[in-house]
C-alpha cells in the first residue's frame, strides 16, 4: 500500500503555521497575513507593522517610533507633540530632548523656557513674541521689553515713536530726546525751538538745523 508522508506546512508553504493540504495555509506564522491561501508580510499592506491579525488589521507595530490607531500604524508625534518612541497613542516612552521636549506626564512638553508654537515646535518667548522679555505663554506676555507696552490682550505693541518709555499709547513715562521730544503732562511734545511735522518728526520751527533768529 501506499505511505502518507507528513511536512511541516511551512515547509510546504512559505511562513505557513497551519495548512489544509500542501498548497492552502489556514494560518500564517507570527508577522505575516493570509492572502488567498498564501502568507504575506503584514508591513505589505500595512507599514511599520510587525504582526497582524488580517491584510487590513495589525497588532503591533514597529519600530516603537510608531503607534498602533485603528488598525494601523502612525507616528508616535502624530498623538503626541514632541514624542519620539511610544508604547501605545497615549503612553510616549522617549520625548524629542534635542528639540527641547522633555516628559509632562505620559506625554511630552516643552522645557522652559520654551513655548510650543502653532507649528509644534519649541521655541523662545523672543522668537515667538519679538517685544516681549517674559511671556507667560506662546501667545501672552507678562513683561514687555524697554520701549513697547502691554496691551488689553497681553501682547506687547511699540510706544508711540515720540515715547522712550509708556504703559499705553497715550501715557509716555520718558521722551525720546534724540528725535527732540519732551514730556509734557502724560505725552511727549516737540521741544520749543521744533514743532511736530508728522507723528514721531520734530523740524525746526525755522527749517531743519536753522536757529530762530529775535526780531529787534
Same mark, same amino acid.
Given at each position: 500500500g501506499s505511505t502518507v508522508q507528513c511536512d511541516l506546512c511551512s515547509n510546504l508553504i512559505s511562513n505557513c503555521q497551519t495548512c489544509t493540504d500542501d498548497t492552502a495555509c489556514a494560518t500564517c506564522q507570527t508577522g505575516y497575513a493570509l492572502n488567498g491561501g498564501n502568507c504575506q508580510p503584514c508591513s505589505t499592506t500595512l507599514p511599520n507593522c510587525a504582526e497582524c491579525s488580517s491584510t487590513a488589521t495589525c497588532t503591533l507595530c514597529s519600530?516603537? @517610533?510608531y503607534a498602533l490607531n485603528a488598525g494601523g500604524c502612525q507616528l508616535c508625534s502624530v498623538f503626541m507633540v514632541g514624542c519620539l518612541n511610544c508604547d501605545s497613542t497615549t503612553l510616549c516612552t522617549n520625548c524629542d530632548a534635542a528639540n527641547y521636549f522633555d516628559f509632562s506626564g505620559s506625554a511630552c512638553a516643552c522645557t522652559t523656557p520654551y513655548f510650543l508654537a502653532a507649528n509644534n515646535t519649541c521655541q523662545t518667548c523672543a522668537v515667538l513674541q519679538p517685544l516681549c522679555s =517674559?511671556? @507667560? /505663554?506662546? /501667545? @501672552?506676555? #507678562? =513683561?514687555?521689553? #524697554?520701549? #513697547?507696552? =502691554?496691551d488689553n490682550a497681553n501682547a506687547c505693541q511699540t510706544c508711540p515713536a515720540s515715547c522712550g518709555t509708556c504703559d499705553s499709547p497715550t501715557n509716555c513715562f520718558t521722551c525720546n530726546t534724540t528725535l527732540h521730544y519732551v514730556l509734557n503732562g502724560t505725552i511727549c511734545s516737540c521741544s520749543s525751538e521744533y514743532t511736530e511735522t508728522s507723528p514721531g518728526v520734530c523740524s525746526a520751527v525755522c527749517g531743519d538745523a536753522k536757529l530762530v533768529v529775535g526780531q529787534e
Open positions: 519600530p516603537d @517610533t =517674559l511671556c @507667560t /505663554t506662546a /501667545t @501672552t506676555c #507678562s =513683561l514687555c521689553n #524697554s520701549g #513697547s507696552y =502691554l
